[in-house]
T-cell receptor
Framework: AAGVIQSPRHLIKEKRETATLKCYPIPRHDTVYWYQQGPGQDPQFLIS???????DKGSIPDRFSAQQFSDYHSELNMSSLELGDSALYFC??????????FGSGTRLTVV | DAKTTQPNSMESNEEEPVHLPCNHSTISGTDYIHWYRQLPSQGPEYVIHGLTSNVNNRMASLAIAEDRKSSTLILHRATLRDAAVYYCILRDVRDDKIIFGKGTRLHILP
């Protein structure tokens, strides 16, 4: 079965650079979520989209933005990167109140 | 957000059943009880969810107390591959997002 696809798997950026993470949800899933997981931390909710509209917002810094496109894939744009942005970034998708399916994540390292 | 309380860690022997407890005394009538797990170096994985009645699937069973203030995730026969952090999460039916708490780190002893 198709899963949630995230790219790239690994990304190394320098401070103050920008990064774009991509997420391709499971076909027919109508909601996409982004989570950030720092080293030794639990996943933190960033933002979600339902039918291409932002549906909820969590602890997402103003330097980050996200959108969902007409083909339902989503991108998380991160600017003015800081060392503290180094983390695993997970995307998940779901259909109504069933469980989420998470991708394998993108490991972002800011140096 | 309604909160859950779980033990920080638990140990179990391989091939034995594991009962992972979760307290959620402030649960509301519209909260579903969800369980996820996260294996090392992987994304979280959905395990099971329920509202009032006990639930079974191929991965686990979920036993929900009659007053819904607690629940137990049951792994019927633990394997080394079940070693993970298990998260008990309340998800309001009116709210899309799930919020991860601290979870229980389950160690499986060979």
């Amino acid at each position: 079965a198709a899963g949630v696809i995230q790219s790239p798997r690994h990304l190394i950026k320098e401070k103050r650079e920008t990064a774009t993470l991509k997420c391709y949800p499971i076909p027919r899933h109508d909601t996409v979520y982004w989570y950030q997981q720092g080293p030794g931390q639990d996943p933190q909710f960033l933002i979600s989209f339902y039918e291409k509209m932002q549906s909820d917002k969590g602890s997402i810094p103003d330097r980050f933005s996200a959108q969902q496109f007409s083909d339902y894939h989503s991108e998380l744009n991160m600017s003015s990167l800081e060392l503290g942005d180094s983390a695993l970034y997970f995307c998940a998708s779901s259909l109504n109140v069933d469980g989420y399916t998470f991708g394998s994540g993108t490991r972002l390292t800011v140096v | 957000d309604a909160k859950t309380t779980q033990p920080n860690s638990m140990e179990s022997n391989e091939e034995e059943p594991v009962h992972l407890p979760c307290n959620h005394s402030t649960i509301s009538g519209t909260d579903y009880i969800h369980w996820y797990r996260q294996l090392p170096s992987q994304g979280p994985e959905y395990v099971i969810h329920g509202l009032t009645s006990n639930v079974n699937n191929r991965m686990a069973s979920l036993a929900i107390a009659e007053d819904r203030k607690s629940s137990t995730l049951i792994l019927h026969r633990a394997t080394l591959r079940d070693a993970a952090v298990y998260y008990c999460i309340l998800r309001d039916v009116r709210d899309d997002k799930i919020i991860f708490g601290k979870g229980t780190r389950l160690h499986i002893l060979p």
